[in-house]
């Protein structure tokens, strides 16, 4: 994505088949008729998602938000809370995840852009802290600690198939905007910001205002995948709004390679299924993800996918790849 | 260069689905496999690992004795990480991966009421072995939940019989945790309380976060409003490191504490060895001295021996789940019929280490909710159970009927909830 | 309200406020110096606890030379930490990023590590015999042993106020601070330094989990509850700045002290709102650094 463009021809390929193989995958789950894999499909689109929303932020634009659970969570409890109550139907309720999630966005963007670096990342997890202490402690209206349970989403939903080409679907088209917002004029902004701020303001574009407008559109896409998750689980609460979450897309992103458009997917598919095979057999869970964490930290600088790409290109050809991973 | 970071990706993709199509098969369902869910890491880490303990105890007793109508109990068990998502996922791929016959488990209420959600879709039964919260039984109630331990309303209920008999306990101050279960059983008791008594009164409340760890300010406060009694609905090192920072100013001599629900909970005993006050009143929901039974020693033995430290109460849940199912299983001769189960469990009779002679405890169908004898304490001096040096005593025992809620009054929590 | 319950308020707020500065003073060191932002701090908060039981409690050392080894402990695991794995990640593209990993890896290794060695049971340690009781100050009592911590708070401060403004030491870390490089090119051994600091700064987390020790509830998972109360005391005073975060345990402190009393349902918020004024306000912290933001 922030390499050397490659040539029209061959792009054009490449991006048809690294769709095509996204696609094929998530399309052939149900084959493998057995209904947990679904659900697990099911998750790490929804979080896949999250995740990528997460990257337009920190891959793209080089901000490094820790508070991303604040937006996921706002959208999910919009569709908790809207469908709990009998405000709106389902259809009505899921697209407003993401225009909370923009809203609240718009809201808390302007105090945290004014700072740059590793202080924007503290102010936004504390911004995300402060959300989660609200929903935390509203017991009349989001159900505090206990959240919201038996949320009434259409019949028809219930049924895992339905629910995740449902969600296939939904990710997909949220995927291409996402894709075409990278790759537009302003795309091309927001990775000139990510280089070095201070060079683009000099060609007179106002770095704030588009770093705001990537917080929203993250904002946009987080709410989003919290939209869906409320009507997977079909139970919200309040530890979908805390920091842990947030470094969980983290985690993602960077796991899977923060610097490829597909990586925060890969990423989050990556992550809930060790999380899953591992909290299978073993209470001491924790010193394994650690574990593998901190190897993934020290020996894949760019991510598994990036760094297993690049010493198969080192291997086959000797060529260094010139790619800077993400700065932030 | 971009196309083979591409084909990395789809690569890494196609990998992913051949790792999961060879994960290992479900096995087939001879067995009566039970899957429980507990906390294994973090503050609630204890009560999951003593779960499991107690669990498994009660699994090799039953296996011991030929089973259940030939079946073998299996026992499978996933840290919920006190996390409601992870839960439901873990809840999920036991039903559908696992091929588990029933669910157990849970410490955190918030967990368990979005577990009860998945049972009651999947009609797979969820038993209750140690969240609290009434609203599982009351208003979030569903067909396939079962809780064996009691609930808050059945401790609040006997704490306000019990105040209801202080003459001098006029003054009342509350400190809890601030979440659900800290104001929950509160309000349930001064409910109560007040229908009895009408010459109480509160003279303050505080609600620190859950798992704070600095109670000065509060305690400060607390000794200014000079109560006759400090309610305290702390459970587990909230508890501890409460009584540790009063300790110093005195406040155990200056009023008593009442802590009806998880006070009296084993390793909250066990963590104060040398400075635990006399005379605190507590309860639990289950005693390793009281009832003074065979059944109870003779479990109380058995945990020891096999973890080398004495149970908390959660423990106790665990082991009844196991039995409860067992004895459901039994009586109604099948582990798969969800609805046949039901109509056998929700009248059944078990008899638990819990239950004092003379008693054994019982669902009601109403609300599926177990109903037990309690019995409230006051620290005293007791090196039996080491290291702890105190343990409860000068019991008051409260009829297992006098304490839970009426049918009406579930009926018309339900009914307002459906509003 | 009477005057001595405001003055029992400010005293207890006070030694809240010092056993919060103990914990955030090592976290803001770390960010001023090193530039990280070390969610593990907790963790060895959490250490300096549980090797504070194994020496006094299990091995009978005595309390004071027990907390200080204890200390010591953290310090050596914290130095480690960085020496082995953290300068790895130095200068990397994306490296805050990796910072988060990196540190949250090891709140969830250490979190494991101590219940393998040490269980799930609370531990306790007690305080030593001669400060168990109260001290009487004028018409207040207060206990013995939380004159002592905010005596060592301010000890803590002061000591801390020495090496950096008077030391060689501190010189060279004013130097690192300000300019990583130029500091290097000034002859400073940056990486020697860095260990050195990270070490006194895990060395400060775990004197404050060893003094809290016998006051707290000892158990895994301990340690990533302060975290969240240490950054915000952080953000407050400002973002690596060692007098911040004095200062911003002091406001904390108090504010819950006498907030408490006017407002006591909503104590879970106190810290988050004053938090979030400061940040609406100040964005940069009260006692900002010029340039930071």
Redesign the interface.
């Known amino acids: 994505?922030n390499?050397?463009p490659?040539a029209p021809g061959?792009?054009a390929?490449?991006?048809l088949?690294?769709w095509?193989?996204?696609l094929l995958?998530f399309a052939?789950?149900p084959l493998?008729r057995?209904?947990?894999?679904i659900?697990?499909a099911n998750?790490v689109l929804i979080m896949g998602l999250f995740a990528m929303a997460f990257n337009l932020l920190?891959g793209v634009t080089g901000m490094?938000s820790?508070g991303q659970a604040a937006y996921y969570g706002a959208g999910a409890y919009t569709v908790g809370l809207l469908l709990t109550r009998g405000i709106l139907p389902y259809f009505v309720a899921l697209p407003l995840a993401p225009v909370v999630g923009a809203a609240l966005a718009l809201l808390l963007g302007p105090?945290c852009i004014?700072?740059s670096?590793?202080?924007f990342?503290?102010?936004t997890?504390?911004?995300a802290?402060?959300v989660w202490?609200?929903a935390?402690?509203w017991?009349g209206f989001t159900g505090?600690?206990?959240?919201i349970?038996?949320i009434p989403v259409p019949e028809w939903f219930?049924h895992p198939l339905h629910y995740y080409y449902f969600t296939l679907a939904i990710v997909v088209a949220a995927v291409a905007v996402l894709r075409r917002i990278v790759e537009s004029p302003f795309g091309a902004v927001l990775q000139s910001i990510r280089e070095n701020p201070d060079r683009t303001a000099f060609l007179g574009i106002r770095v704030r205002r588009y770093q705001l407008a990537a917080m929203v559109i993250s904002g946009a896409f987080s709410g989003l995948a919290g939209g869906l998750?409320a009507g997977f689980?079909?139970?919200?609460?309040p530890?979908?709004l805390h920091?842990t979450k947030s470094?969980e897309v983290?985690?993602m992103?960077?796991l899977g390679g923060?610097s490829?458009f597909?990586?925060p997917l890969?990423g989050a598919?990556?992550i809930l299924?060790i999380e899953?095979?591992i909290?299978?057999y073993t209470?001491?869970?924790?010193?394994w993800?650690?574990?593998i964490?901190?190897a993934?930290?020290?020996f894949f600088?760019r991510g598994?996918?990036?760094t297993?790409?690049q010493w198969?290109?080192r291997k086959g050809s000797g060529e260094r790849?010139g790619n800077?991973?993400?700065?932030? | 260069m971009r196309n083979k970071g591409r084909k990395w990706q789809g690569m890494a993709a196609i990998g992913l689905v051949l790792v999961m199509g060879l994960a290992d098969v479900a096995l087939a369902a001879e067995k009566i496999v039970i899957g429980g869910m507990y906390p294994m890491t973090g503050r609630g880490g204890r009560y999951g690992l003593d779960s499991v303990a107690a669990a498994e105890i009660a699994m090799e007793e039953i296996n011991a004795k030929g089973g259940v109508n030939g079946r073998m109990i299996d026992l499978i068990f996933t840290d919920d990480k006190s996390s409601t998502s992870y839960a439901v996922k873990v809840a999920n791929r036991y039903i559908k991966e696992d091929k588990v016959n029933f669910l157990m488990g849970v410490v955190s209420s918030a967990v368990g009421l979005a577990v009860t959600e998945v049972s009651k879709e999947n009609k797979v039964i969820f038993v209750g072995t140690d969240h609290a919260s009434t609203a599982l039984t009351m208003e979030k109630f569903q067909p396939y939940y079962f809780r064996v331990s009691n609930n808050t309303y059945q401790s609040a209920a006997a704490a306000a019989l019990y105040a209801t008999g202080k003459k001098e306990w006029k003054k009342y101050y509350v400190i809890g945790p601030d979440y659900e279960y800290g104001h929950r059983t509160w309000e349930d008791f001064w409910m109560l309380l007040g229908k009895k008594r009408n010459d109480v009164k509160m003279v303050g409340q505080a609600w620190p976060k859950l798992y704070e760890p600095d109670y000065t300010p509060y305690i400060t406060a607390i000794l200014s409003a000079k109560p006759d009694v400090l309610v305290t609905s702390f459970w587990g090192g909230d508890t501890v490191a409460f009584i540790k920072q009063a300790l110093p100013y005195k406040l155990f001599d200056k009023m008593k504490m009442f802590n009806y629900d998880a006070g009296g909970n084993y390793e909250v005993l066990e963590a104060l060895p040398n400075t635990l006050p006399k005379g605190l009143v507590l309860s639990a929901r289950h005693h390793n001295n009281w009832p003074d039974t065979k059944e109870n020693k003779e479990y109380v033995k058995k945990f020891k021996a096999k973890t080398g430290r004495y149970p908390s109460y959660a423990a106790e849940g665990a082991y009844a789940g196991v039995y409860f199912i067992a004895e459901g299983v039994r009586q109604a001769g099948t582990a798969e019929d969800s609805d046949k189960l039901v109509a056998v469990m929700e009248k059944m009779k078990f008899k638990l280490p819990e239950d004092p002679p003379g008693f054994t405890s019982y669902m009601r169908p109403i609300d599926h909710q177990v109903v037990q004898v309690q019995a409230i304490g006051e620290t005293v001096p007791n090196k039996s159970f080491p290291p702890a040096t105190m343990m409860l005593g000068n019991w008051k025992i409260y009829k297992a009927e006098d304490i839970i809620p009426s049918a009406e009054e579930i009926l018309a929590a339900r009914k307002a909830a459906k509003k | 309200m009477d005057a001595n319950l405001v003055a029992a308020q400010l005293f207890s707020g006070l030694t809240s406020a010092m056993t919060l500065f103990l914990v955030a003073s090592g976290l803001s060191l770390i960010f001023g110096v090193v530039n990280v932002f070390n969610f593990a701090h907790g963790s060895f908060y959490l250490l300096g606890a549980y090797f504070a039981y194994q020496v006094v409690s299990v091995s009978g050392i005595p309390f004071w030379p027990g907390v200080l080894l204890a200390a010591v402990g953290a310090g050596i695991a914290g130095g480690i930490m960085e020496y082995v794995f953290l300068r790895r990640i130095y200068g990397r593209g994306g490296e805050a990023g990796f910072q988060i990993l990196l540190t949250y890896s090891f709140i969830l290794i250490i979190d494991d590590v101590v219940k393998m060695i040490w269980g799930t049971d609370y531990k306790s340690i007690e305080r030593p015999e001669s400060l168990s009781g109260p001290f009487a100050l004028g018409d207040l009592s207060v206990p013995r042993y939380d004159l002592v911590v905010i005596l060592v708070g301010i000890l803590v401060a002061a000591g801390m106020w020495w090496i950096i403004r008077k030391t060689r030491f501190g010189r060279n870390l004013r130097a690192i601070s300000a300019n990583r490089e130029m500091a290097s090119c000034l002859g400073v051994n940056v990486p020697l330094t860095l260990s050195l600091v990270f070490g006194m700064a895990t060395a400060l987390g775990g004197l404050s989990g060893a003094l809290s020790a016998p006051t707290r509830t000892v158990t895994p998972g301990a340690g990533i509850e302060v975290i969240i109360g240490s950054l915000i005391v952080v953000v407050i005073g400002g973002l690596g700045n060692f007098w911040g975060a004095f200062v911003g345990a002091l406001i904390i402190g108090e504010v819950t002290a006498f907030g408490i009393l006017f407002l006591p349902q909503w104590a879970i918020l106190f810290s988050y709102a004053v938090m979030a004024l400061v940040l609406v306000f100040r964005p940069e912290g009260l006692l900002a650094r010029k340039g930071s933001a």
């Open positions: 994505m390499g050397p490659a061959n792009a390929r490449g991006q088949l690294q095509g193989a996204v995958f052939l789950v493998g057995r209904s947990f894999f659900t697990m998750e920190y490094l820790f105090l004014r700072l670096g590793v202080y990342t503290m102010l997890l504390a911004f802290e402060l202490g609200v935390f402690k017991y505090g600690d206990n959240g349970q038996g219930h998750f689980h079909r139970s919200i609460g530890d979908m920091w470094g983290i985690l992103s960077i923060a490829s597909f990586g890969v598919g990556v299924f899953d095979m909290g299978k209470e001491f869970w924790e010193i993800i650690g574990g964490m901190l993934i930290v020290v600088p598994v996918i990036g297993l790409y198969t290109r790849d800077a991973a993400a700065h932030s």
